[in-house]
């Protein structure tokens, strides 16, 4: 079956970096994409950006442009997304989601903590 | 960036009635071309990620139970549950797709009353 499993929990200092990864599996992975997404304490749901698998096109929500990176590894059919320059309000619950032709997030992961703190 | 307006914020329906939630956007997400609305919505139960159920403002994902449906076009989009169970209880996201940044609407709290 579908699954995307994300890393595991990170507390980071501010001004630090980060990077999550999203193992997919069950469905062809050079032909999706991978969106990312956040989710604050207040709940609200903040597109990050979105990789396309096969041509490693990128885009990204501008607020992200300059502190976000998203890549890709066909071998390990792992996703990634890191993150620079932390700082507190970044702390939120980060999502990956596999987008399999429709540009929707179809298919989500279980979320990764990332805790900016000093 | 396209804005979307979720309303209202949160609504108690008794077990059986119909829940209503909509969503308008600050432009319209119909694509001429293809006659299709770029507007997807999701279900978030507490401490799972967010589950697609409907795309194409219309169109039910594969397994969502049919009390769930979408309609709307342009900017102004609606979610129905025709008949709320318990296990609806939820958070419900609008989302477009039409254009980059993809944008979320703030979410609809869904409760029993």
């Known amino acids: 079956q579908i699954q995307l499993v994300q890393s595991g929990p990170e507390v980071k200092k501010p001004g630090t970096s980060v990077k999550v990864s999203c193992k997919a599996s069950g469905f062809t992975f050079s032909s999706s994409a991978v969106q990312w997404v956040r989710q604050t304490r207040g709940q609200r749901l903040e597109w990050i950006g979105s990789?396309?698998?096969?041509?490693?096109?990128?885009n990204y929500a501008q607020k992200f442009q300059e502190r976000v990176t998203l890549s890709r590894d066909m071998s390990t059919t792992t996703a990634y997304m890191e993150v620079s320059s932390l700082r507190s309000e970044d702390t939120a619950v980060y999502y990956c989601a596999a987008d399999l032709g429709r540009e929707t997030a179809d298919y989500w992961g279980q979320g990764t903590l990332v805790t900016v703190s000093s | 960036d396209i804005v979307m307006t979720q309303s209202p914020d949160s609504l108690a329906v008794s077990l059986g009635e119909r829940a209503t939630i909509n969503c308008k956007s600050s432009?319209?997400?119909?694509?001429?071309?293809?006659?299709?609305?770029?507007l997807a919505w999701y279900q978030q139960k507490p401490g799972q990620p967010p589950k697609l159920l409907i795309y194409w403002a219309a169109t039910r994902e594969s397994g969502v139970p049919d009390r769930f449906s979408g309609s709307g076009s342009g900017t102004d989009f609606t979610l129905t549950i025709s008949s709320l169970q318990a296990e609806d209880v939820a958070l419900y996201y609008c989302?477009?797709?039409?254009?980059?940044?993809?944008?979320f609407g703030g979410g609809t709290k869904v409760e029993i009353k």
């Open positions: 432009q319209s997400v119909l694509y001429s071309s293809n006659n299709k609305n770029y």
């Open positions: 990789i396309v698998v096969g041509s490693e096109n990128t």
């Open positions: 989302q477009q797709y039409f254009g980059f940044p993809l944008t």
